[in-house]
């Protein structure tokens, strides 16, 4: 049985990861800091869900820990490692930037000093639309060049992709880096728009529509994404000696195992529709408070995911009015009607 070891393994993203990966027959061991950055009783409700798995084990502890990181990725002896844990949002890292530096460089550091030192068949690390930054040519490659990030969170990241870049190389870990567009679903982080826009309407308070709403974004359903991820697990990169037919717009490095694999619908969806749709399933109208756009923030994120299809034979595709209704489907069943929310 192939065992996979996740970080991140409570968090929104990496809960998904593991319910899709314990119904395919694999073994998980998920690693978690369960940290207070947002409600950590939702958190600990996605771990109990995976824990009623017996292939399902769990380590609680931070990821700046690297005695913690390598004792237990050398105990567990993963054939594969996905690297999801972060410390997320944008708005947040102009409030406290250190957070961003503990765990998106030290932490990432640590998961890739274990999967060199025990030998990984194929690392997975998690990146972000974000750091496209200032580019304004749309839908985002792979290809593109990435210098110009616009947050400490998407400088964060970049970062992480240049440190995994050269791991592969130095010590020939085949390593996939994915870059997710606005990911959402059941489950989702209440710091993101679509719960704090949702929780908002329910309770009759006014939401906060940065730009005027006038914002695009490539919005991708949960599902969808770690159905990518999966089909990624199978599909190493090969090092610069192999022998291998060329793809078209691949990002593979001519220097290491390595590359960069957009995850995103490839549709950029305005906020001001986002928000309707919302409205359309709570049956409720919101009380639109216009903003102007926030520092850090872009106008708009669409992927190009042609690279994930041409390796995959898939490509995200649940249309943002049918993923919006599941949201709000759960919202309501999680939420009470409002009788939870913070």
């Known amino acids: ?24 027959g694999f073994r998980v061991h998920g690693f978690d800091g369960m940290t207070t950055y947002y409600d950590v009783q939702l958190k600990h409700r996605r771990q109990q869900m995976l824990s009623q798995n017996q292939h399902f084990t769990s380590t609680e502890a931070m990821l700046e820990d690297d005695e913690t990181v390598a ?9 594969f490692i996905v690297h999801l844990a972060a410390q997320a949002g944008v708005r947040y890292s102009l409030e406290n930037p250190r957070a961003y530096i503990d765990s998106n460089l030290i932490g990432t550091f640590n998961v890739m000093e274990a999967a060199r030192t ?25 290809t593109q060049m990435t210098d110009t990030p616009l947050t400490i969170y998407a400088a964060t990241k970049k970062a992480g992709e240049v440190m995994a870049h050269s791991y592969a190389h130095l010590y020939d870990t085949p390593t996939t880096m994915f870059r997710f567009f606005t990911v959402y679903g059941p489950w989702g982080r209440p710091d993101m728009a679509p719960i704090k826009f949702a929780a908002a309407i329910t309770q009759g308070r006014p939401i906060d529509v940065y730009n005027h709403g006038e914002m ?7 599902t969808d994404l770690v159905r990518a991820i999966r089909l990624l697990m199978d599909i190493p990169p090969p090092g610069p000696q192999a022998d291998h037919a060329p793809v078209v717009g691949d990002s593979l490095s001519a220097a290491a195992p390595f590359r960069v694999v957009n995850i995103g619908n490839s549709d950029a969806v305005r906020l001001l529709d986002f928000i309707e749709a919302i409205e359309e399933n709570l049956g409720l109208k919101a009380i639109r408070n216009m903003m102007p756009m926030q520092p850090g923030d872009v106008p708009a994120t ?4 042609d690279l994930l299809q041409k390796l995959t034979g898939y490509r995200p595709q649940t249309n943002f009015r049918k993923g919006v209704a599941a949201f709000v489907d759960w919202f309501r069943d999680y939420y009470q009607s409002g009788k939870n929310l913070k």
């Open 71 to 79: 004792s237990t990725v050398r105990d567990f002896r993963p054939d």
């Open 216 to 222: 695009y974004r490539d919005f991708t359903y949960v």
């Open 302 to 305: 669409w992927a190009n995911a």
């Open 118 to 142: 025990e030998k990984v068949q194929h690392l997975l690390m998690a990146s972000t639309s974000s750091v496209y930054g200032a580019n304004k040519d749309m839908p985002f490659a792979e």
């Open 1 to 24: 049985m192939p065992k996979v070891f996740v970080t991140g393994s409570a968090g929104f993203i990496g809960y998904h990861l593991c319910q899709l990966l314990l119904n395919e």
